[in-house]
């Protein structure tokens, strides 16, 4: 099928379909269509979204595209790289919702689902914590530091201060190598070492240190290292 959709047959327009019968019903490519709402000269928006598809590998892999990767694909312009952005936010922000409250030790996969989105194929490197109560349910997570992650970088201060505040009484540290090579450096483990005597200071447990990339994470405890 080629050419503008509204010249389509009404039952294969997306959006159409999407009304009468539901999204679930709406191929990938289609879904990313309704967002997108036009095409490029030559290109229904079906047809890029395909392209997307194809570029990043699937949907997961759209879901971890920042603004520099949706730059390199022909025909994006500000707006339409505007709407995927807003589109990956919010399921990252709704994944987050899904965590928050939540057991971290009970529910591991639903907790790496959404660090892996939120942090495993960023440029940048950042160090998130994941403030845990009692009950180990997750109170919140955030990202306080960015940039280099390395001892001199994250002030531990900091983050006890926070956990404090929040009344929290375990955390879990976590933060990417963009580089894809996930084994823990010097400079990963001497973090590790501060983080966790901060923590002995004042009777909060850290229950892990996880590192994440592209090809997937480690774990400090699993490791043996915490």
Not at 10 to 24: A, F
Request: aromatic share 4%; proline share 5%.
């Amino acid at each position: 099928m080629s050419g503008v959709i509204r010249n389509w047959p009404k039952h294969e327009r997306p959006r159409e379909i999407l009304l009468e019968k539901g999204p679930e019903y709406v191929s990938d490519a289609g879904l990313l269509a309704i967002i997108l709402r036009t095409g490029t000269k030559g290109k229904d928006a079906v047809s890029l979204g395909r392209e997307l598809i194809g570029a990043f590998g699937g949907l997961k892999g759209l879901l971890r595209a920042d603004r520099d990767d949706l730059n390199r694909i022909h025909g994006l312009g500000p707006a339409k790289i505007s709407q995927l952005l807003a589109s990956i936010e919010i399921a990252k922000r709704q994944m987050k919702e899904e965590i928050v409250g939540r057991p971290a030790i009970n529910s591991p996969s639903d907790v790496t689902k959404y660090i892996s989105m939120a942090v495993s194929n960023l440029n940048e490197e950042v160090f998130m914590v994941l403030y845990l109560n009692a009950s180990n349910e997750i109170i919140t997570t955030e990202i306080p530091f960015r940039g280099t992650v390395n001892q001199s970088a994250v002030y531990p201060r900091e983050v006890i201060k926070r956990a404090i505040s929040l009344n929290s009484t375990g955390l879990i540290f976590v933060h990417n190598h963009p580089s894809g090579n996930l084994t823990p450096s010097k400079c990963d483990i001497a973090l590790n070492s501060k983080l966790m005597q901060a923590c002995a200071a004042v009777d909060i447990i850290p229950l892990d240190h996880l590192i994440f990339g592209p090809g997937g994470h480690v774990s400090f405890r699993e490791e043996g290292l915490m």
